[in-house]
């Protein structure tokens, strides 16, 4: 029963535990996308951290909300789990993140390891028997707090990383050098912000569920909402989970899968996956990732319950779905589903196959397909005279397929001059970021150094239609000098390249492009389309 105040707003949390029925009168409006797919998915007896969630309607007056309304929550998620916020022998980390009632993919904020302190450090060691897991646990808390809450510059703590490792990769550093990165941060933190980092894992959590509310104003998330007619009104709904760690070594890591092909439509998983990684590591756009051969290669069990949970739920949600998953210590945890984004290309041929399948009916497919035409299905590739294409000058991860060519462009103001002398520019970046979504926006194509495929950036260029390569590593930026380097050759700003979805090459100059139209595909849409 909820009991209600505060003007009429429900002050009784919801709680989602595993296996428990779905509550009454919830919605995805109301408790947002991602808290209403994870309270569906624990129904259904997936395997889904448990949690809480301070529902949409609170975004709007998020100065009310505090501990005196989120505290009975917590106490019954720390019931659950046989941990508790703070406890310096067993504490329990959590996760905060945002959520929507509608898609808005890297918009918002997430905070990871809530509950880390000097005074809880020696408890998660015990508990663990994991130092580099912990330690590691710890540098990222204080990171993306001081990043979040505080507003420092993430090159700040850029730095202290380079300082201690040196030419040694992140993932390799041990536990001790993990230990110093940490006490770095926190030395920045106090530094940077002039005030401490916050001892107090209550106070972190309050810091931490109000940040999450402020993203939703942040510029990124009202670009997107502008572009996509959201009204500014429907606010977005804070989750608050146990967290569980990728980060742990051995058999432990952080992916994000579609549970079909994004760009094409071709059915089975299509995963971005780290090994020893947090969930973030793959979705924030600033690490490359590996494909789903890595993870079913060296464990094909878990590998084959990710593929039965992907099927499960395309049954439950009738639609190809986007799934955020962490396996810890060889224990699969799903962390959010959701339906995917997708080509037009792609939108047409899940609308049949699933149909083919069983999984939606004639209506439900037409009313999918009645949007799509010969136009929007229509393949941009490279023109030929006898079939052949020069070597590239680099290869990348495709992110979303065709065909674009034009002047490079650094930033969003290079973007907006070169759309001011009549020119569609490639929008080229370090790492493949969402605060990006206004210049890549007004784009044809993006390039990056680093990324996945499954970052919230390329979900976003994939939505919109753009071309993106992302985590080509023969691809050097100098921002100060205005110049790139693609495979060996030096590339000033202005200078045209083409990107190849299609195939993952970069090439100079611009190329001769043709369009194609997928004749079975449209002879498919043509026959359920047709009066009956």
Partial sequence: ?????????????????????????????????????LARMAALGLPVPPGFVIGTAWCARAEEV?????????????????????????????????????SMPGMMETLLNIGLSDATVDGMLRLTGHPRLVWDAYRRLVAGFGEVVAGIDPAAFDADLDAIRGSVPERALDFDALRRLTRRHLDTYARTAGTAFPQDPADQLQAAIQAVFRSWQAPKARSWRALHAIADSMGTAVTVQQMVFGNAGGLSGAGVGFTRD?????????????????????VAGRRSAEGHEALSAAAPHLWAELVASAARLEQTFGDMQDIEFTIENGRLFLLQTRDGKRTPLAAARIALDLLD???????????????????????????TADGTVAEPLARAASASAGVASGPIALDEAQVEAARARGETPILVRRDAETRDVAALDRAAGLLTMRGARTSHAAVVARQLGKVCLVGCGELTIDEAAGRVMIGGRIF????????????????????????????????????VLAPD
């Fill in 357 to 383: 399948e069983g999984l939606i009916d004639a209506r439900t497919a037409r009313d999918r397909l009645r949007s799509l035409d010969r136009a929007s299905l229509a393949e941009r590739v490279i023109a």
């Fill in 492 to 527: 000033g700003t202005g200078s045209r390249i083409t990107l190849d979805g299609n195939t993952g090459a970069v090439h100079a100059g611009a190329l001769e492009v043709v369009t194609r139209e997928p004749q079975d595909l449209l002879t498919r849409m043509a026959t």
């Fill in 1 to 37: 029963m909820k009991s209600e105040g505060m003007a009429g707003l429900a002050t009784t949390i919801p709680v989602i535990l595993p296996g428990a029925a779905l509550a009454e009168n919830t919605s995805a409006a109301s408790l947002g996308n991602k808290a209403f797919n």
């Fill in 262 to 282: 994004p760009t094409t439509g071709v059915p089975g998983l299509w995963v971005d996956f780290l090994f020893n990684a947090q969930g973030e590591d793959v």
């Fill in 66 to 102: 505090g501990p005196a309304l989120w505290r009975p929550a917590l106490e019954r998620l720390e019931e659950a789990t046989g941990r508790r916020l703070g406890d310096p022998r067993r504490p329990l980390l959590l996760s905060v993140r945002s959520g929507a009632p509608v």
